[in-house]
Structure formats: C-alpha cells, structure tokens
C-alpha cells in the first residue's frame, strides 16, 4: 500500500489519479466488498458532517442493501471518513475535491476522468459513468501502474481494513460496526497474527518463566527463601521487598504447604489471637487477604 500511496497512480492534479485515490480511500474506510454498489453510487451518497465534540469533518456513506444488510434509506454504514486536518491528502479533502469537480450532469459517482486537465477547470470527468468491468478492476489497473509485485484485486481493500484495524487493537464487535459483517468468525477469515504480535507473546511467556526481556526486566512476582525444611511463617507471608520467584519454586512453596500441618497450624494460631483486635492481613501468594474471626 506504501508503494501504491507513493505512486503516481493516486497524483491528485490529474483526473484518473484523483479518482484513484478518492476510490481507495471510500473502498478501505467504509470497507466496501468488491463491486458491491460501485455501479449505483452517487455523489449524494456522501454525506459530510461536523463531530460535535472534535469539531472535525467527517464523511458517513449510505446504507445501501448489500449482502449482510437489508437497504435501509435513512441509516448509514457504520465506517466514518474523518479528516486530516492540514494535510491536503487527507481523505475528506480529496474526496471534497473530487466531488467538486465531477461533472454535474452525470448522475453517477464514479465517472470517466478527462486526460488533460488543469486545477482551474471546474470540470475534471466526462459526462459518462465508469462501465461495470472498469470498475471491477480498478484495483487491478492501480497497482498494476504503481509497479506492485502483487496484482491486487478491490476486495484486497476490504481485507485490508480489517487487519489495520484488528492489528491496532480494536476489538472484533467494532471491526464488525465498519466492516458490516454479522458474525466474529467471518472476521477470523480476515486477520493473522503479526510478526510483531508474536514477538510480543514471545515476551509475554519469557516474562512469566522469569527469563530477563529486552530491557533486563522480569515478572514482578514474590520469591520465598526455599530450603529443605518446612517454610515458616516468614516464607509464607512474605515482604513487599523480596525477589521475584520462578513458577517451579510457587509450586514447590505449594507443595510444602499442603504437607506441612506444622505450616497451617501456625496460621491457624494467628487467626485465633485476633478476636478482638482489627482484621490481619496476610499475603499469601502476592494476594492481601484479610481475615476476620467473629
């Protein structure tokens, strides 16, 4: 996609790359599947509206029957165009000037781009829509001209929205609000793990078993003194001071606790010496608990 953004297949002073580049930008922010209502998408389709909150620009597209949803003339897709504010390239601008230069007595939102044009003509597009098999390819014909190693194809842009997103963090339900899709398993057929996820995981784990990460540190988890006699109420209940321990010496601790009545008993006698005191704390484990004896 870098190499495509870069190229001058989406050059906004012509008229075939406007187009390019305002057909991109709707495909991958409203998540738009293939050809669906490519052909009978007009420009009051696009509704530009202010954030209250923000103060930005925003475009909504129409809610237009498509394969998971009935057409519903009063809603909107779920995805939103927000503006760059400055940049020039910025989704909301470029779609404002395309929409500014398109030939009014065309109905059509996808329209046949003049080859020469100049930012002082007020009309950069034919008063003929794009045919059927144009449009199919569009994708095809852009990266093809940007001199991408792979062919790809105008549902590669919607595949591409759900792993940016998925990728940044957002969670399945609100990938399924721009995406439209009914059900969390269509999603999974969308995204793979990155490279740098699986990194993180990797850290993740090593975190856990103690080893050193990248920058030293380790799981900050309570080490008790281990030695080959029963623990004792310091090794139990151990100070915000001590080491971290490995998960072989939790279950050792464990072990010991479960075959040591001496260990319990002593917890059981400082249980009972605080009847009429406040509650005690103990840390068992890394967790506070507090023990009341009515």
């Not at 530009?48 to 620009?57: C, D, F, H, I, V």
């Not at 519903?72 to 989704?91: C, V």
């Given at each position: 996609m870098d190499r495509i953004q870069a190229s001058a297949s989406l050059d906004t002073t012509t008229a075939s790359g406007l187009q390019n580049k305002v057909f991109i930008d709707t495909m991958v922010y409203f998540a738009n599947r293939g050809m669906e209502n490519l052909r009978?998408?007009?420009?009051?389709?696009?509704?530009?509206?202010?954030?209250?909150?923000?103060?930005?620009?925003?475009?909504?597209?129409?809610?237009?029957?498509?394969?998971?949803?009935?057409?519903?003339?009063?809603?909107?897709?779920?995805?939103?165009?927000?503006?760059?504010?400055?940049?020039?390239?910025?989704?909301?601008?470029?779609?404002?000037k395309y929409l500014d230069k398109l030939n009014p007595q065309c109905q059509w939102m996808w329209q046949r781009p003049k080859k020469m044009v100049t930012e002082d003509v007020s009309v950069w597009y034919d008063n003929s829509p794009l045919g059927r098999d144009t449009l199919q390819n569009m994708m095809k014909k852009i990266s093809m001209a940007a001199g991408c190693t792979k062919v790809y194809t105008n549902h590669c842009l919607r595949a591409t929205t759900v792993t940016l997103l998925d990728h940044a963090g957002c969670v399945n339900r609100?990938?399924?609000?721009?995406?439209?899709?009914?059900?969390?398993?269509?999603?999974?057929?969308?995204?793979?793990?990155?490279?740098?996820?699986?990194?993180?995981?990797?850290?993740?784990?090593?975190?856990?078993?103690?080893?050193?990460?990248?920058?030293?540190?380790?799981?900050?988890?309570?080490?008790?003194?281990?030695?080959?006699?029963?623990?004792?109420?310091?090794?139990?209940?151990?100070?915000?001071?001590?080491?971290?321990?490995?998960?072989?010496?939790?279950?050792?601790?464990?072990?010991?606790?479960?075959?040591?009545?001496?260990?319990?008993?002593?917890?059981?006698?400082?249980?009972?010496?605080?009847?009429?005191?406040?509650?005690?704390?103990?840390?068992?484990?890394?967790?506070?608990v507090n023990i009341y004896n009515k």
């Open positions: 009978v998408m007009k420009p009051e389709d696009f509704l530009l509206q202010t954030e209250a909150e923000s103060g930005r620009e925003f475009y909504s597209l129409k809610d237009f029957g498509t394969k998971n949803h009935a057409m519903d003339d009063t809603a909107s897709q779920g995805g939103r165009m927000y503006e760059i504010q400055g940049n020039p390239r910025g989704p909301v601008a470029t779609l404002k609100d990938i399924m609000t721009v995406s439209g899709h009914r059900s969390e398993t269509s999603i999974k057929h969308y995204v793979s793990t990155s490279e740098g996820k699986k990194e993180q995981m990797s850290d993740i784990i090593s975190a856990t078993l103690n080893h050193p990460g990248p920058s030293g540190s380790t799981l900050n988890m309570p080490r008790h003194k281990l030695n080959n006699s029963s623990p004792s109420d310091g090794d139990i209940l151990p100070s915000e001071d001590t080491e971290p321990m490995s998960l072989s010496q939790v279950d050792q601790i464990m072990n010991s606790i479960a075959n040591s009545p001496n260990v319990l008993q002593d917890v059981s006698n400082t249980v009972c010496n605080v009847s009429n005191q406040n509650p005690s704390a103990f840390n068992f484990h890394g967790c506070m």
